[in-house]
């Protein structure tokens, strides 16, 4: 059964510092695929990076980078400098690579993120 | 390109009564998947359709159904509403038939049921 959890229910951090979102999952898979959304209040869930299970590459975008370690089963998110428009809940996701379910995708619970100005 | 659209954005029902949701996917998307938020449950996966077929169903009562057109449009309907129904419904779509492609949601519609 694939799982992930967010052990960060809610963050709290000062504009300009620093944070990272922590996403640990568990598949039996050899191919998976990992996702990160960003859902601001309006509800949209926001699309922000894809991860395969073979490309361990650490990827930096702008503000946002994304760790990811099989070795940890962990596909964490790091803001830097952290604005208030950051604040929203951020949601890692797992997908299988093949065979039954491998059309959805299975959340973790989210962290909210609030940005304090 | 315009993204995943959703119909209505907001909707109060009473129990017992039954709602039809529609989604209209990203141009040239023909996977369309649905998924039901609420608090306490969190994101939970309901279904998802690709060329007018079900290819995935998740753990709901069959009360819970859908379909999907020749076009890529997607309707959800729930049958028989109960107050636990009450939650955002996302509908999603990717491009193709593809375990890696990226799901793109809409904004959702918030069903509340009295």
């Known amino acids: 059964a694939q799982k992930v959890t967010q052990a960060q229910t809610e963050i709290s951090v000062v504009e300009k510092e620093d944070v990272t979102l922590d996403c640990v999952y568990e598949?039996?898979?050899?191919?998976?695929?990992l996702f990160w959304y960003k859902q601001p209040p309006s509800g949209e869930l926001v699309f922000l990076i894809r991860r395969n299970s073979f490309d361990e590459q650490n990827e930096i975008s702008g503000r946002y980078s994304w760790n990811f370690q099989k070795s940890t089963s962990s596909f964490n998110f790091t803001i830097t400098a952290s604005q208030v428009v950051d604040s929203a809940v951020y949601f890692c996701?797992?997908?299988?690579?093949?065979?039954?379910?491998?059309?959805?995708?299975?959340f973790g619970k989210g962290t909210k993120l609030s940005v304090i100005p | 390109k315009a993204g995943v659209t959703q119909t209505p954005r907001y909707l109060i029902k009473t129990r017992g009564q039954q709602v039809t949701l529609s989604c209209s996917p990203i141009s040239g998307h023909r996977s369309v998947s649905w998924y039901q938020q609420t608090p306490g449950q969190g994101l939970q996966f309901l279904f998802e359709y690709f060329s007018e077929t079900q290819r995935n169903k998740g753990n709901f009562p069959g009360r819970f159904s859908g379909r999907q057109f020749s076009n890529s449009r997607s309707e959800m309907n729930v049958s028989t509403l109960e107050l636990g129904d009450s939650a955002l419904y996302l509908c999603?779509?990717?491009?193709?038939?593809?375990?890696?492609?990226?799901?793109?949601f809409g904004p959702g519609t918030r069903l509340l049921v009295l």
């Open positions: 999603a779509s990717s491009l193709a038939d593809s375990h890696q492609e990226t799901q793109y």
């Open positions: 996701a797992l997908r299988r690579g093949a065979g039954a379910g491998s059309y959805q995708l299975t």
């Open positions: 598949t039996r898979d050899t191919t998976y695929y």
